[in-house]
């Protein structure tokens, strides 16, 4: 063996070592968790669970790094570039799989640049409309789409939100048109559709339940792929008719790519394991989501799959890509 070999074979030797060791010890300090949006959003509130459960687990403090902006980029490049020795998390959402083709320069790449650990949840959103529109199916809104196409406008938290792909995804698939208008944000977007100033919009589901009630809009359906267990008559997509708008927001946590895989072992099996206590089960059905769990490779191969799917969604939609 020469000199060189013999020093990469150690060098190799050692940095497997101090892998081990690094794993072993871990946690030895507080963790951060990024969470690319503001405080209050779902996955806010994902993120503070996900945090207190890894602290019983871990034995550490696990510190809420809220990052919002730029449709959830910013905190997920910061992520991305952290050190990867499981000390800096992320919690987010499919915006993380949307944002690959709906921004041009992101300064990372999702798959190549993020560690899966696991699949948090999901919640479907909601096809609602105001009380005033006579469609009462999604069957007819879509064949007013498709009628007078343009004529109906809906609201949407911005260009590229969920409600605004939610929308997109509906248009692709059933060949209807309708005109958005954008608002600041999931609250306005909301105040609008119960006030009228637009005909209908495709929320988060638990954006949309408390407005139910004031009579001001309708459900036609949840884009998921079952019904809601707080609303078992309303129909899913597929069930009124309108198979393959399925859309789900789905909530996942990640590391800096290269973090030790048994580092990452550690989370999955602690994440995976709050999920399924009654206490997690039930916080999470309070807020509309259904805990979904998956291995680290599970995870990486739906990020591949959602990527694809968005990405065809945008270029058909004419989504301006930033």
Do not use: C
């Amino acid at each position: 063996m020469t000199r060189i070999a013999a020093g990469m074979l150690l060098l190799a030797i050692g940095i497997t070592w101090g892998a081990a060791v690094q794993a072993q010890n871990y946690p030895s300090r507080p963790i951060r968790l990024i969470v690319p949006f503001e405080p209050g959003g779902t996955s806010d509130l994902l993120g503070r669970l996900v945090g207190a459960r890894l602290k019983d687990a871990l034995g550490q403090s696990v510190i809420i790094d809220n990052r919002g902006g730029a449709g959830g980029t910013l905190g997920a490049n910061l992520a991305a570039h952290a050190l990867p020795d499981g000390y800096t998390l992320l919690v987010t959402h499919v915006g993380l799989a949307i944002n690959e083709t709906l921004y041009s320069k992101l300064g990372y790449n999702a798959a190549r640049d993020l560690a899966p650990i696991t699949r948090i949840g999901d919640t479907p959103n909601a096809v609602v409309v105001t009380a005033a529109l006579p469609a009462q199916t999604l069957q007819d809104l879509v064949a007013m789409g498709r009628k007078t196409p343009g004529k109906l406008d809906y609201g949407s938290a911005g260009v590229g939100s969920a409600g605004h792909l939610a929308v997109a995804l509906l248009e692709h698939v059933s060949g209807a048109r309708y005109s958005h208008i954008p608002f600041k944000g999931g609250g306005p977007s909301m105040i609008a559709t119960v006030g009228g100033q637009v005909h209908f919009a495709i929320p988060a589901f638990p954006t949309a339940v408390p407005h139910i009630k004031t009579g001001k809009i309708r459900m036609l359906a949840v884009t998921g792929t079952r019904r809601a267990p707080t609303m078992p008559e309303v129909p899913t997509v597929a069930e009124a008719g309108v198979p393959g708008s399925e859309f789900t927001i789905w909530f996942a946590a990640y590391a800096p790519s290269g973090t030790p895989k048994a580092i990452i072992s550690r989370l999955n099996q602690a994440i995976v394991k709050s999920l399924e206590t009654p206490e997690m089960r039930e916080q999470l059905a309070k807020s509309g989501v259904d805990p979904e769990s998956s291995t680290p490779e599970e995870l990486a191969g739906y990020l591949r799959s959602e990527i694809a799917k968005w990405a065809k969604v945008i270029k058909a939609s004419g989504i301006p890509i930033n």
